[in-house]
């Protein structure tokens, strides 16, 4: 089956640096997301990453290792506004050959003063 | 401004009463999807559309349907809603279902039924 694994809650101090990560075991990979998601509001995108590496926008870094299956989002210089949940969502080819996106739970970002 | 709109965005309705939840997107996005989100469930994804008339069951399609018969417009349909059925609904668009084109939400539409 294809399956996402995140840490369910992180907590933080503001200025800090948090790694979320996540794991999947999926067939067909075609592409990670990482969305951010504020309690009660929609999903927003983050990040893409669809080969191996790094990918850098602001304060915010994505990584991935396709051959580990695992993804990580970097939240740099944390600021109050980032608690927030943030989604891991893997894109495959389903049987029909069409894509299809698998999302994690996310994982519940606290910070703190 | 580039916008995923969705209505109703709170509704509470009876058990059976046929309802509808519309979305409508001003991107001339291709790719349109309908996800329920619950606790500890994450986002499902319900039905989705790669364009106009072309649209596929996702996980959770029983109880919904859709159509695509104009781009920008992906209504939800629940003929016959029940209470589990009662859940936040979000619709999205992206330029394409292929690549890494981000998928834009709309604000969500909370649904109970009774």
């Known amino acids: 089956g294809q399956n996402i694994d995140q840490p369910t809650e992180m907590t933080a101090t503001e200025g800090a640096i948090v790694q979320i990560n996540c794991t999947y075991q999926?067939?067909?990979?075609?592409?990670l997301f990482w969305y951010q998601q504020h309690a009660g509001e929609a999903p927003t995108f983050l990040s893409y990453?669809?080969l191996d590496g790094l990918e850098e926008k602001g304060r915010f870094s994505s990584f991935l290792s396709r051959s580990k299956g695992y993804s990580y989002l970097l939240l740099k210089e944390l600021q109050m506004k980032d608690s927030a949940s943030y989604l891991c969502?893997?894109?495959?080819?389903?049987?029909?050959?069409?894509?299809?996106?698998?999302w994690g739970l996310g994982t519940s970002l606290a910070v703190n003063p | 401004e580039a916008q995923v709109t969705q209505n109703p965005r709170y509704l509470i309705t009876v058990t059976g009463k046929k309802l509808t939840v519309t979305c409508s997107q001003n991107?001339?996005?291709?790719?349109m999807s309908w996800y329920r989100q619950d606790p500890g469930l994450g986002l499902r994804q319900i039905y989705y559309?790669?364009?106009?008339?072309?649209?596929d069951k996702g996980d959770v399609p029983e109880g919904y349907k859709v159509s695509r018969k104009e781009k920008r417009n992906f209504p939800l349909i629940l003929e016959s809603p029940s209470p589990n059925q009662t859940s936040l609904y979000f619709c999205?668009?992206?330029?394409?279902?292929?690549?890494?084109?981000?998928?834009?939400f709309g604000p969500g539409t909370r649904l109970t039924v009774t």
């Open positions: 999205a668009s992206s330029l394409s279902g292929a690549g890494g084109y981000e998928q834009y």
């Open positions: 991107m001339n996005h291709e790719y």
């Open positions: 559309s790669m364009n106009v008339e072309v649209t």
């Open positions: 999926t067939s067909g990979f075609n592409g």
């Open positions: 990453n669809v």
């Open positions: 969502a893997v894109r495959i080819f389903n049987a029909g050959n069409n894509r299809k996106l698998i």
